[in-house]
């Protein structure tokens, strides 16, 4: 009973019966000693398993993933028959952030085959396309000066910026390219698109911009949630419209300066196709 066991000396005290119904101490036949014993076995799905776990404080999710790897990493291979996993919220993690990547990747080349499509031409679709890098770019630079992680929350913001910064291209093109096609010149068309889509595309932006200013200043309870969505919108919608405004049009000329101005449809009812086939009268 574990009243009268309270030290080693009860233990070894301890009376057995030995042959012949002689009763002795278990000191007589035994030796007790202390060492140490697992004391709770683990197992997953079956598998015998020891956890090490550790809380977080003032660090990103990301942040101690990478130096829980180069941890392991330092370890060595694990022994036969053993394999190291990592559990907890760096799975989910890590899975949301690939398919934001890959959504990413999905939505542009959808945005560029409807693009295509639409103005009938890739190299408009191309024009466009022009504006991304300084979206990526102007994301960057917020998150960095911020001190801000790339999270769901920037990832959104970074999406938010391009459909935004797409748009605007969209205003500009569409006017530079209704433009060239009446006088024929890609730059004069160019400075005609950006001269009358100034107004609306910086209308657009500061209007963006103003409504992400107090989220990405974070006030408010739990304000630093939602803060980096706003910080990165701020950062890629400011990059994107100065590309707008002045690489884009730099880019429509250069790439448009020897494009036709016949139109590129097959449909034999569009007066503009080079198919076109009047009807009888």
């Known amino acids: 009973p574990q009243a009268l066991t309270k030290s080693v000396e009860d233990l070894r005290n301890i009376p057995i019966t030995a042959s012949g119904g002689k009763t002795v101490p278990l000191r007589s036949v035994a030796t007790i000693g202390t060492g140490t ?11 015998r398993v020891v956890s090490i776990t550790a809380n977080l404080q003032g660090a990103a999710l990301g942040d101690a993933a990478r130096q829980v790897e180069e941890a392991i990493a330092s370890v060595g291979v694990s022994p036969p028959k053993t394999r190291t996993d990592l559990r907890g919220q760096i799975v989910p993690l890590r899975g949301l952030m690939e398919g934001l990547k890959n959504g990413l990747l999905l939505a542009v080349g959808a945005i560029f085959l409807l693009l295509a499509a639409n103005f009938q031409s890739v190299r408009l679709a191309g024009v466009i396309f022009t504006t991304l890098p300084a979206v990526i770019a102007g994301v960057a630079c917020s998150l960095t000066l911020t001190g801000t992680t790339l999270n769901l929350q920037s990832c959104m913001g970074a999406i938010m910026s391009l459909g935004v910064a797409v748009a605007n291209a969209i205003l500009l093109v569409t006017v530079a390219e209704e433009r060239r096609l009446v006088h024929g010149d890609a730059r004069q068309a160019a400075q005609e698109g950006a001269s009358a889509r100034f107004r609306p595309i910086v209308m657009t932006s500061v209007a963006m911009i103003a409504g992400m200013l107090p989220m990405a200043l974070g006030l408010g309870e739990s304000g630093a949630q939602s803060a980096p969505l706003g910080r990165a ?24 300066g020897r494009a036709s101005t016949r139109s590129a449809s097959l449909d034999p009812d569009d007066p503009a196709s080079a198919r076109f086939q009047p009807p009888a009268s």
């Open 233 to 256: 919108v701020i950062g890629g919608l400011f990059a994107a419209t100065l590309a707008t405004l002045l690489v884009l049009p730099a880019a429509f000329a250069l790439l448009m």
């Open 37 to 47: 014993v697992v004391g709770q076995y683990e197992r997953y799905n079956m598998a």
